[in-house]
């Protein structure tokens, strides 16, 4: 699908750990200014807490974004343009495969049972560059990348610190030394936890694509764009709200290589508006199919709208819609 993998750094393809590596050091940095906890744990590993002892961000929320996808990427906020919301994130990347699939895309699964965890059992899908040196998803095989790195950054969506077990499986898995590894916690209901989530679009057409059989490697570059909801505490509701932002108000542009009609059809085959579970809120789609993502039509996790733009034929297909008046009646309030 890809070349053959080369060393990053010579002359192969860049290493999203180390690109990713001086955005942590900023993140660091700026942790007072942002709202962050910054800490080790006893054997020298970083954690980074994004939103659960403090207020964290949304500010935070895009640099964690622009970490979880290596380094390859940019997010931006940008103002309403007549959508009727008044903040959207941007979201752009010149080497989107790597980017959203190698790095962002939350494929590693993480646990620990009530034994290991000291009294409750721990799940997380960890996300970000440290999956790419660990590789221990099947993707990286159909990637052809693994990256080498002396420090690595891992992202979990959580509510509390990942017990040593699992800081243990990271580090052994990975290759690292404790003092090279950060671990970012940013649970889904925290400015920066949302915020986090809703930068995900791009990535979310990434692996529709994928799941499609569109060939990766004709994936060229990459831009989006999702309003960003309101945090709510209940967590539920906050990860139905990051989820609605990208079904219903994603907008993506891929610029695509190779045969202009499989541009073409992946334009017409990736909005989320081909799912029959189309055109209600997520948090009541996942009620209704009694919390089992698995009974969820896959076709349904996927932008709203795209474009797809032919290198082949210089041609733009446009395929889906946002629909914004969904978004605003489960969203907004009148005062």
């Known amino acids: 699908m890809f070349p053959q993998e080369a060393a990053p750094g010579q002359g192969g393809r860049p290493s999203v750990n180390e690109l990713a ?23 020298g590993v970083t954690v980074i807490d994004a939103g659960i002892a403090v207020p964290g961000s949304v500010a ?11 380094g390859l990427g940019r997010v931006r906020l940008a103002a309403d343009d007549g959508a009727g919301w008044p903040t959207w994130l ?9 980017a959203c ?23 997380s899908l960890g996300s970000g560059p440290a999956r790419a040196l660990a590789a221990r998803e099947a993707l990286f095989e159909e990637l052809g990348y693994r990256d080498r790195a002396p420090t690595g950054v891992l992202v979990l969506e959580v509510d509390r610190p990942p017990p040593p077990v699992v800081v243990d499986k990271i580090l052994r898995d990975c290759g690292l030394e404790p003092a ?40 060229v570059d990459g831009s989006a764009r999702a309003p960003l909801p309101a945090v709510s505490p209940d967590p539920g ?38 799912s029959r579970d189309y ?3 997520f948090a009541d789609i996942f009620r209704d199919y009694e919390y089992d993502f698995y009974r969820i039509d896959p076709a349904l996790f996927a932008p709203a709208e795209v474009w ?15 629909d914004m008046a969904l978004l605003r009646g489960l969203w907004l309030e009148q005062a």
Not at 188 to 216: C, D, I, M, W, Y
């Open 21 to 43: 590596a001086t955005r942590v050091a900023d993140l660091i940095a700026r942790a007072a200014e942002l709202r962050l906890g910054v800490s080790r744990l006893d054997n």
């Open 60 to 70: 935070a929320g895009m640099a964690v974004g622009e970490i979880c996808l290596g």
């Open 90 to 98: 941007e979201v752009s990347s010149p080497q989107p495969v790597l």
């Open 101 to 123: 699939l190698a790095s962002q895309y939350a494929g590693w699964s993480l646990a620990a049972s009530k034994e290991e965890a000291g009294g409750k059992k721990f799940f």
């Open 180 to 219: 090279g590894l950060t671990i970012v916690l940013t649970p889904t209901n925290s400015l920066a936890g949302t915020t986090q989530v809703v930068a995900r679009v791009l990535e979310v057409a990434l692996h529709k694509a994928h799941e499609l059989g569109f060939p990766l490697g004709d994936i």
């Open 237 to 274: 509701v906050a990860m139905g709200r990051t989820n609605d932002a990208i079904l219903y108000g994603g907008q993506v542009h891929l610029t695509v290589a190779g045969d202009a009609d499989a541009a073409r059809d992946l334009a017409r085959r990736l909005p989320s508006g081909n």
């Open 279 to 281: 055109g209600r809120s």
């Open 308 to 322: 797809v733009s032919s290198l082949e034929s210089g041609t733009t297909w446009h395929a889906g819609k946002t």
